[in-house]
Structure formats: structure tokens, C-alpha cells
């Protein structure tokens, strides 16, 4: 689990994720016979190294992350030999290109321009359904009014992470909350990509670790999870069960971040957000103005 900044104990993310996966692959799957006196889950790493056409001290050395450099057909092999679906595929390849921007003394955090924030946030604004901007860490970095009333009752609201896993009323608020938890951590992993190894997300996942052990469980599996649209089913405070699709919505150039938008899946749904939206008086705290928060 990567919860320091830095180089790693454990090699960094891509050792990380390589040993991780290795172990999800079972030998019939790439019809290996599974012998008798196998000692380790998943592919032995001769295996991995085989099927991805590299020697197999290379890949030693790429899962105890003295080799830093893979090139684009030694992952495109190790994608295959991992049976990685597109968004893992992606999440590799990310890896492999952070590691060697880290060796060149590269791989800043991103940011966004705050210009294009404010920009961002009087388009939330605008929204008539609710609305999120999150970075790539799921910080919770702009919301519109009624984004920040569907979530009231949930404590903290700074990142999304920290409200499925840290508030007190996730698990009674979030219908499906074993799934959604899974998903969560996946999609943040995801999204982070190669900032995976960055202090301030270091950070965040030793504090869910600490607290959470669905969250420390589910991290340490390295999943990935991308979504353009999902269903939710919320059971909000006051105006009772919510069924909305999520859109996730990318901005182009945007450094990560994503507006993340709820429309109603039925019309019992639609006209709980309009009794929402025309309420007075917020759950849990006052005022109904958009989120705003610093980088």
C-alpha cells in the first residue's frame, strides 16, 4: 500500500500494481497448467514474464521498482499477460510514463488554471440538476447549490472518498454502499493515476487506511474503475430515496478534474429534487451557496 511519499519501501506504484495483479491471473486462464506444487497465488512472475515476451530478472526487477523505464511494448505485453481490461490498460500505461517523468526529476502534481476553475464553477452554477467538480484526487473542489443539498447530512465534504468511508451516515445514505465503497476506491485509484504516489494522495489513503477497512482492503487489491455514466440509489434525509444517473464528464485539458452531474432517473426521483431544490433550510448547515474550495 502506497502511503508514503517519495520512493516507496515496495518499489513505488507500478511495483505495486504489477505484484497486485499478478496474483488476480490464475495459470488456467492463459492455459498454464496450475502444478501441484505451486506456493503463490496467481502467475509466478516467469509466468508474467513469459507471456509478456521479457526476461524474467527484467520483470524482477520491474516489480521491486529498480527498473524504472518499461517501454511502450514491454506494457502493452504486461497488459496482456495481466489480462487487463481498458481502464487497468490505461492506468499502466499511465504508470510506466509517471515512473519515467520521476526518473527525469519530473511527475509535479498537476493543477488547473484559475481562471478555468471559476469558469468551471459559474457552469456548475447554471446547472438545473445536481452538480460536482472533483480533481483527480476526488476533492471536492466546486459544487452547485442543490450538488451540495443532495449530499447534506454527509460529513466531511471535502473529498468524496473521505465522505463514503469517514461520515457517519455513508452507509445508511448510500443505498448500496459494499459496491459503491468498491467502486470508489477503484475510481480513485483511476483517476489519480501516476499522482497515486503523490504526498498530498499518500496522505489521503493512509488516513482511510487508518479508519476504514473496507477502504484499506479494497486499495490494497488495485483495482481500477472508469465510468462515463452511473446509477445511483440514494437515500436522502429528507425528501427519502433518490435514483439518478451520473455523468462523469472530463474537461479537456483539464488536469484531471471532472464535473460529475445527477439527473433523475424517474419522475418519482424528479420531483424530489424540486421539493429539494425548493427548500428553505439545508439539513445540516446553512445557506445553499455553491462550494468553493482552494486547490
Known amino acids: 500500500m502506497e502511503v508514503s511519499s517519495g520512493r516507496h519501501r515496495n518499489g513505488g506504484p507500478l511495483a505495486g500494481f504489477l505484484r497486485a495483479r499478478r496474483k488476480q491471473v490464475r495459470p488456467e486462464q492463459h492455459r498454464l497448467a496450475p502444478g501441484a506444487k505451486r506456493q503463490v497465488a496467481g502467475l509466478r512472475r516467469d509466468e508474467v514474464a513469459f507471456l509478456a515476451g521479457i526476461s524474467t530478472d527484467y520483470y524482477v526487477r520491474l516489480e521491486q521498482g529498480r527498473e524504472r523505464r518499461p517501454s511502450r511494448a514491454v506494457v502493452e505485453g504486461l497488459c496482456d499477460a495481466l489480462l487487463l481490461d481498458a481502464a487497468a490498460a490505461r492506468y499502466l500505461r499511465e504508470l510506466a510514463a509517471g515512473e519515467a517523468a520521476a526518473a527525469d526529476g519530473g511527475g ?16 456548475l ?16 473542489v466546486g459544487s452547485n447549490a442543490l450538488g451540495a443539498l443532495l449530499h447534506e447530512g454527509l460529513a466531511p465534504r471535502d473529498n468524496y472518498a473521505r465522505m463514503v468511508f469517514l461520515a457517519p451516515r455513508a452507509q445508511s445514505f448510500f443505498a448500496e454502499w459494499p459496491e459503491l465503497a468498491r467502486c470508489m476506491v477503484a475510481a480513485l485509484r483511476a483517476q489519480a493515476g501516476y499522482e497515486v504516489g503523490s504526498g498530498r494522495l499518500a496522505e489521503l489513503v493512509a488516513e482511510l487506511s487508518a479508519h476504514s477497512v473496507a477502504f484499506s482492503i479494497a486499495w490494497s487489491e488495485h483495482r481500477v474503475y472508469e465510468k462515463a455514466m452511473d446509477r445511483k ?14 455523468h462523469v464528464l472530463e474537461l479537456p485539458g483539464g488536469e484531471g478534474h471532472r464535473i460529475w452531474a445527477y439527473h433523475p432517473a424517474d419522475e418519482a426521483t424528479s420531483r424530489a429534487l424540486h421539493q429539494l431544490a425548493s427548500s428553505a433550510m439545508p439539513f445540516d448547515r446553512p445557506g445553499s451557496a455553491p462550494v468553493e474550495r482552494t486547490e
Open 108 to 123: 509535479a502534481e498537476p493543477g488547473i488554471d484559475g481562471a478555468r476553475l471559476a469558469a468551471v464553477r459559474q457552469l
Open 125 to 140: 452554477a447554471s446547472m438545473t440538476v445536481p452538480a460536482l467538480l472533483v480533481n483527480r484526487r476526488l476533492d471536492i
Open 233 to 246: 440509489q440514494l437515500r436522502h434525509p429528507r425528501v427519502g430515496p433518490l435514483t439518478l444517473n451520473q
